[in-house]
């Protein structure tokens, strides 16, 4: 009698549940490591858009007008994405200080939810 070259159908199951388990173990740090790089990305984004801010602030002596006047005058090359909206036009744009003139003095995510550590993506 021949025997046929092959695998039975426990060494496949034993090797299905491997995978399987592996997967398991894997696949959350994936996406957390996706949510924390985003975030990275979110603080940097704002970090950038208010130090032009500042910089206009401090050349001009008003703050612009919108963020489109920022990359017109060159403080920055192009109005950053949302890395968690992954659009450039969900910026929520604050007002500054009473008395000095523009109708941008900050900037903050309009993204709705909340970063990893419990605070709302609106308050950064």
Do not use: C
Not at 31 to 41: D, H, L, M, R, Y
Not at 94 to 115: C, E, L
Request: hydrophobic share 40%; aromatic share 8%.
């Amino acid at each position: 009698m021949k025997r046929r070259a092959g695998f039975t159908l426990i060494e496949l199951l034993v090797v299905l549940s491997i995978i399987a388990t592996l997967l398991a173990i894997a696949v959350p740090r994936y996406f957390g490591s996706i949510e924390k790089s985003q975030e990275t990305a979110l603080r940097q984004s704002l970090s950038v858009m208010r130090e032009a801010l500042d910089h206009h602030y401090g050349d001009i002596g008003s703050y612009p007008d919108s963020l489109q006047a920022l990359v017109e005058k060159r403080y920055l090359r192009s109005v950053p994405i949302d890395p968690i909206t992954e659009r450039n036009d969900t910026w929520v744009l604050m007002p500054p200080p009473a008395g000095v003139t523009g109708n941008v003095g900050d900037v903050r995510s309009g993204a709705p939810g909340n970063g990893r550590d419990g605070t709302p993506f609106a308050e950064w």
